[in-house]
């Protein structure tokens, strides 16, 4: 048995015991210990994506071990084309956060110690296939990500931070009494009552009403991390809040935990449940879009503006999953991928111009292209993938969902393609206020261009946002079959 | 035939309940020979080394079956409880004798009243008949009204001994009511003939036999202080000097916790279905009461003493499961919570700024402590995780394994009350780590900090198990399913 996936969840950890070693003062040993750590896990990481058998929906590189044997808890570890491209999203986006903290000076130490965590748990939920397992990296991650908005956030830190934590909760702890229902009904032969994911597929059979209770549990707890409306008012004051590493993790990969909880567990394993619940998944998922767009539009924050959006941005996700046909749940999986990035992207530029005037007012900047051409440049370009400009990656993901869903809900199809034009609404009249016009304010003339360090953070992005864009197929291929093979499962 | 009486009775399979009276009466022999007004270490460490002597007795010396003709009964259950039991009290032992000079206690009495409480204790665990349960509760009682108000010159400490003794008495009376009249049900009290007794009846019980199971079943609600029956708890916890809080909190509840199970699954489990659905009222209230009460609490000691009216409700449903695994995880979580919380309480005295100001334990104080002690506030987030039942602590895998039992036992509206309950908990556990972590440092209410070696030997100790039974808590899991096994 490989331990491969295990040192890819594991190496963050170990980086954070090395941390308690180092000496607390040295920032720029802090700094880059912690680049190290997440480069050796990206580098890590990155060989899955070639060594990754697309031909087959069988999960890969399993690890299997007790953990818990008087309670039938194993220690299940396997990768399939979903997971893999979620997988490597996070430990891409390892090191760019680390580069995207340089505005964060206090408590060094315990704040790259919190980051390292959260990468463990974030890698551990994508890789667990025990439900146990799942649940306990769903639950350790929320406390260094309470830590990253408590104690490096704004003003409002504390308030958010509780909210974030206390939210999440109450839907998690929901979920663990399903999945402790879900142990006591399912029986393998020969072994007794289980928590292992392929064993309940294989051998579980719950009644349709069962279906029902256990969908809702599960999807409570996803629908408040994705966050669907009307579940995500948590998310504008925790992106808000949070340092700009925190909101780009937020959005590239904590919120994908949602998502995936619906592929992954959610959807399969209650089929039933998806049938009766998806008009109102649907439902809410368009409202999501409309209303995130419209919310979006009359933000006079930048940072609070890029938060609604990704409300709409994963409403986007959520139809697509939920109109369950092969390009539908592509296009999802895509858009997954995409919003990571480019929202991600999107915080970075906006900690950008925050590092250098402590404001992320719209009104406060204006005509600021003439004094920092690069930085509109790479701007316009996230901003046009974030609006889903063909030839950028957003347009993948928003085309195939709205394709596949016109097939089977082509209503929801028509609304949530309105969307798509509020986010060129939303976010081109966002970039002509901010950069276009005249420099009225005096404090922006001596704004400085992008940095060194800034495009170390930024270029890697924009290779993926235009890769993902010109030649999607590269990433297409590994998730065919798993997604052919998912949509079995839950439409059978 | 003197002899042949002595050997029937057994007496050597209470050895180590012997010890424990043998350790209290060398204490006070110790405590004679020390000239006057000195420290009380010898005393203590005469305790604590007696009761190590008496773990490795209990775990060295095999000698179960019942003594003293049927009236205890030595098995696995009791040998679980007596170690448990004799752990914590040398828990709270190590760490008194710094906390009693600064107290102004220093008296030898306040180990001897720890040693005959867990005598008292020890008994209860190994009951087979109602009145030995009666003699042990009162043992522990007793000793624990002197502890309560031995911080003589406040007033609080008077307050609470005195509000604790006569609830106390009450109860008292309520379970010899109870006794008398299953006495008069049944023509006696072994648990056993109780049993024999409901086999025969079903649940057609002339109504005597009922009142006096609701009378009994009442007299521990109050020692467990499950609501209503909790208005004695806060007081005397505010009251009592703060070690003696975190050892009423943890070793008596376990102890009476451990009685009520003996006497409810194998005397009464044939009329299970009268009980349980009075104590699925009784779990729901003292969770959810708990917790809007400890929600309002600016000090921790107070927040502590709530939120142990809360734990004792997630034991409760356990308990109410009457099921192996519900019973395990009352174990389980009887050991984990008395490691956490004692943990806590520990904290707390730590920063209290004045013992005898009842805003001594104001959570202000621990306003940036993360960044002042950093060791200390993470030892304490690490107890406040785990009261609130955040993994991978070994709270998570106490209140998960309670409500598992629920689940499995089909009570699975209660599980989503409990877990309900325990998204609230985190709130207010949380805002210990919110001032800790959060908040800016003020140099206003900063005041000393009482760390001494011999607490800060004791709180790690408790974190480390904390955490150990978090990651890999099979090897107590098993402990604990084979203990409870002896009740069946």
């Given at each position: 048995?490989?331990?491969?996936?295990?040192?890819?969840?594991?190496?963050?950890?170990?980086?954070?015991?090395?941390?308690?070693?180092?000496?607390?003062?040295?920032?720029?040993?802090?700094?880059?210990?912690?680049?190290?750590?997440?480069?050796?896990?990206?580098?890590?990481?990155?060989?899955?994506?070639?060594?990754?058998?697309?031909?087959?929906?069988?999960?890969?590189?399993?690890?299997?071990?007790?953990?818990?044997?008087?309670?039938?808890?194993?220690?299940?570890?396997?990768?399939?084309?979903?997971?893999?491209?979620?997988?490597?999203?996070?430990?891409?986006?390892?090191?760019?956060?680390?580069?995207g903290s340089s505005a964060v000076t206090k408590h060094l130490k315990g704040y790259f110690i919190s980051m390292l965590l959260l990468q463990t748990g974030m890698l551990g939920t994508f890789l667990s296939l025990d439900l146990f397992l799942f649940y306990i990296f769903w639950e350790?991650?929320?406390?260094?990500?309470?830590?990253?908005?408590?104690?490096?956030?704004?003003?409002?830190?504390?308030?958010?931070?509780?909210?974030?934590?206390?939210?999440?909760?109450?839907?998690?702890?929901?979920?663990?009494?399903?999945?402790?229902?879900?142990y006591f009904n399912t029986t393998v032969p020969g072994i007794g009552h289980t928590f292992d994911y392929t064993q309940i597929l294989r051998y579980a059979d719950f009644g349709a009403q069962a279906q029902l209770w256990l969908f809702a549990a599960f999807a409570l707890a996803f629908a408040i991390k994705v966050p669907m409306f009307p579940f995500h008012t948590w998310l504008p004051d925790a992106h808000v809040q949070a340092p700009t590493a925190g909101s780009v993790i937020l959005a590239g990969v904590l919120l994908k935990m949602g998502?995936?909880?619906?592929?992954?567990?959610?959807?399969?394993?209650?089929?039933?449940?998806?049938?009766?619940?998806?008009?109102?998944?649907?439902?809410?998922?368009?409202?999501?879009?409309?209303?995130?767009?419209?919310?979006?539009?009359?933000?006079?924050?930048?940072?609070?503006?890029?938060a609604y959006s990704s409300v709409s941005h994963l409403g986007f996700v959520m139809l697509g999953l939920f109109a369950l046909n092969q390009q539908a749940v592509t296009g999802a999986l895509i858009q997954m991928v995409s919003h990571g990035l480019s929202t991600g992207a999107l915080f970075l530029l906006v900690g950008v111009v925050y590092d250098r005037r402590h404001t992320r007012l719209i009104a406060d900047y204006g005509g600021i292209a003439t004094v920092m051409p690069k930085y509109a440049a790479v701007f316009m370009i996230v901003m046009l993938s974030s609006v889903g400009l063909p030839g950028l990656n957003g347009f993948v993901g928003e085309f195939l969902i709205l394709l596949g869903t016109y097939k089977t809900a082509p209503v929801f199809a028509i609304l949530a393609a309105t969307g798509v034009i509020l986010a060129a609404v939303y976010l081109l009249w966002m970039f002509r206020r901010v950069f276009y016009g005249e420099l009225v304010h005096e404090e922006n003339k001596g704004l400085k261009d992008l940095k060194g360090i800034e495009w170390a953070s930024l270029l890697p992005i924009l290779v993926f946002?235009?890769?993902?864009?010109?030649?999607?197929?590269?990433?297409?291929?590994?998730?065919?079959?798993?997604?052919?093979?998912?949509?079995?499962?839950?439409?059978? | 035939m003197f002899e042949q009486l002595i050997s029937d009775m057994h007496v050597s399979r209470m050895l180590p309940e012997i010890l424990v009276l043998v350790v209290a009466l060398a204490a006070i022999l110790v405590d004679i020979v020390t000239p006057a007004g000195r420290s009380t270490r010898p005393v203590q460490i005469t305790s604590i080394v007696g009761l190590l002597v008496v773990i490795a007795s209990t775990l060295f010396v095999h000698n179960n079956g019942p003594a003293f003709g049927g009236m205890v009964e030595i098995d696995s259950?009791?040998?679980?409880?007596?170690v448990v039991l004799t752990m914590l009290t040398i828990i709270i032992m190590a760490v008194s004798e710094n906390y009693i000079q600064l107290v102004k206690i220093r008296i030898a009495e306040y180990y001897l009243m720890l040693l005959f409480a867990l005598f008292g204790m020890m008994l209860m665990t190994m009951a087979n008949d109602l009145l030995i349960v009666f003699l042990g509760i009162e043992t522990m009682s007793v000793s624990l009204y002197a502890l309560v108000g031995m911080s003589r010159h406040r007033e609080s400490s008077n307050e609470g001994a005195l509000k604790y003794f006569l609830l106390g008495s009450f109860t008292t009376a309520f379970f010899v009511y109870g006794i008398a009249l299953l006495y008069g049900a049944v023509g006696s009290t072994n648990i056993l003939d109780i049993t024999v007794y409901f086999q025969r009846t079903g649940m057609n019980l002339p109504i005597i036999a009922w009142a006096g199971t609701l009378l009994v079943l009442v007299a521990f609600a109050f020692k467990t202080a499950?609501?209503?029956?909790?208005?004695?708890?806060?007081?005397a916890y505010e009251g009592a000097p703060t070690t003696i809080t975190a050892f009423m909190s943890t070793a008596p509840k376990a102890a009476a916790f451990a009685a009520f199970l003996r006497i409810f699954y194998v005397g009464f489990g044939e009329v299970s279905d009268g009980w349980t659905t009075a104590l699925w009222w009784i779990a729901v209230l003292t969770m959810t009461v708990g917790n809007l009460m400890a929600l309002r609490q600016d000090s921790i000691k107070r927040m502590l003493a709530f939120s142990s009216i809360t734990h004792a409700g997630y034991l409760v449903v356990a308990m109410l499961t009457y099921d192996v695994i519900g019973g395990a995880a009352m174990l389980f979580y009887l050991v984990i919570y008395?490691?956490?919380?004692?943990?806590?309480?520990?904290?707390?005295?730590?920063?209290?700024?004045?013992?005898?100001?009842?805003?001594?334990?104001?959570?202000?104080?621990?306003?940036?402590?993360?960044?002042?002690?950093?060791?200390?506030?993470?030892?304490?987030?690490?107890?406040?995780?785990?009261?609130?039942?955040?993994?991978?602590t070994a709270g998570f895998f106490g209140k998960y394994y309670i409500f598992s039992a629920a689940v499995k036992s089909g009570f699975i509206g209660l599980a989503v009350i409990g877990v309900l309950n325990s998204a609230v908990s985190v709130y207010y556990y949380l805002r210990v780590v919110v001032t800790m972590y959060l908040k800016e440092r003020d140099e206003k209410t900063e005041g000393r900090i009482f760390w001494k070696p011999d607490m800060a030997f004791a709180v790690i100790v408790c974190a480390v198990l904390v955490m150990y039974f978090g990651i890999a808590p099979d090897q107590l899991l098993k402990v604990a399913t084979a203990s409870i096994g002896a009740l069946w």
């Open positions: 048995m490989s331990i491969w996936l295990s040192s890819i969840v594991f190496i963050p950890t170990l980086g954070a015991l090395l941390f308690l070693l180092l000496p607390a003062r040295s920032a720029k040993t802090l700094r880059n210990a912690a680049l190290v750590v997440m480069l050796i896990d990206f580098v890590v990481s990155l060989p899955l994506f070639w060594m990754f058998d697309p031909s087959t929906s069988k999960f890969q590189f399993v690890e299997q071990a007790p953990w818990v044997p008087s309670l039938g808890i194993n220690y299940h570890l396997g990768l399939d084309g979903i997971s893999l491209l979620l997988v490597l999203l996070t430990t891409f986006l390892g090191p760019i956060v680390v580069l350790v991650m929320l406390i260094p990500m309470y830590f990253l908005i408590g104690i490096w956030g704004g003003v409002e830190r504390i308030y958010a931070a509780v909210k974030f934590f206390i939210y999440t909760m109450v839907g998690s702890l929901l979920m663990l009494v399903g999945i402790l229902w879900i998502t995936y909880g619906y592929i992954r567990f959610a959807m399969p394993m209650f089929p039933h449940g998806v049938e009766t619940f998806k008009p109102l998944m649907l439902t809410l998922a368009v409202i999501g879009i409309i209303y995130g767009a419209m919310v979006s539009i009359v933000q006079t924050d930048m940072k609070k503006l890029v946002i235009f890769w993902i864009g010109i030649y999607p197929s590269t990433f297409l291929n590994k998730v065919t079959v798993s997604i052919t093979h998912f949509i079995g499962q839950v439409a059978h | 259950f009791t040998i679980f409880f007596r499950l609501v209503p029956f909790h208005w004695w708890s806060p007081d008395g490691f956490m919380n004692i943990g806590a309480f520990l904290v707390a005295i730590a920063l209290n700024r004045n013992e005898d100001d009842d805003r001594g334990y104001d959570i202000n104080d621990y306003k940036g402590l993360a960044f002042r002690k950093p060791l200390i506030a993470f030892l304490m987030m690490i107890f406040m995780l785990a009261l609130a039942g955040i993994p991978p």
